[in-house]
């Protein structure tokens, strides 16, 4: 007989999933530190603050009345009510509480949807850059991810012409997310009804709206919620959540709006997986909308400073380009030039192990863009104090100077 061994009972869902770059680059740095190396990490995808007082105290509050019991699946009906009011408010998305499920985070809110809407051998379109993890769960409902690619010379946004290209009778899905992560783009009011219209112009094509950052902007920037264009209801489904705007990303609170049976089946799926999301923390959410919002825009105005502090450094160093960033709290330089010398002198053969060698030789850990379906360009995250952005910005200009040199 032969010897038994667990990790042969493992199904493709698991055993074809790699390591994300993102956490292959965040596991380093932290097994480089803990051999003694002085590490400046530039990886991270959460705020650096704490979640706001009014927030905090809501939950303990919560607790304290004894919101400890199973919550309704699609959420309770007060933060049900509280969310639509929201995007009805703030977002022009005329939506009523039936039309909103709350989920255990925005990704959850994604998951469900995907495995709601994508049977084996539908087609979503990723418009690259974009977020690692949609892609993973694309392949996890047996879709077929549709790349579409992007560069710095156009802002990092694929055009509405590149979607109506890549629209086939399989397409299910378009997924949008702006501001994006890791770009920082944000799509106009423009770009959006031309994407719109494209999408009305297929017969079944529906659009996931990944709105997770849009607390997130600057220069005055107010970013559109595609859902509100006209004739976009129907086709589309708006996911937000607490975990950036509100600094509440361990709190994992998420939620999508969408047309009521995609809701429904959205529910279907919560249900069958993991049942409603924390009660407590949903009492907190309320919170969240409904008070003060002046932490929120204390947040954003930090991460805007940063972006100055970063730009300025970056835009003087070799080897890169970059745009400023419009939303979210990343910057994503190109480093084509740096990439080709780095090449040519055999330090690195590709963004991966460029990255690997920022780590190892110069201390300073950032997330290579091939992550994100981008082999030319790495993501520096801004959620990080100035002390520490000073430092990691210096190392990667002392690295970048010597590829250069
Ligand atoms: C684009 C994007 N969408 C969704 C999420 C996940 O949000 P949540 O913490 O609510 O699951 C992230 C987190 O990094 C993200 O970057």
Redesign the pocket.
Known sequence: MSIFRPENNLTWRVTGVEEAAILRMSRKARELRAKGHDIISLTI??PDFDTPDHIRQAACKALEEGWTHYAPIPGLPELRAAIAEKLRKENGLSCVPEEVVVTN????A?TNTIFSLVSEGDEVILMQPY?V?YEGIVRLARGKPVILSSSIENGYKVAATQVAAALTERTKLVLL?SP??PSGAVHSATELKALANVIRSHPSAMVIS?E??EYIVFDGIRPVSIGSLPGMKPRTIT?N????GFAM?GW???YAAAPEPVVRAIQKMQGALTAGANAFVQRAAIAALEGPRDSVEAMRQAYEARRSLVMTWLQEMPGVRVLPPRGAFYAFPDIRPALSEARRKEIAEDVDSFCDWLLERHGVAVVPGSAFGTNTAIRLSFAASAEELEAGLERLSTGLREIMA
Do not use: H
């Open positions: 995808g959460e985070g925005a990704k959850q994604i977020w993890a997310n994006s992560n990944d997770i950052y996911i959540g607490f975990s950036k990303t994992r609170l998420g």
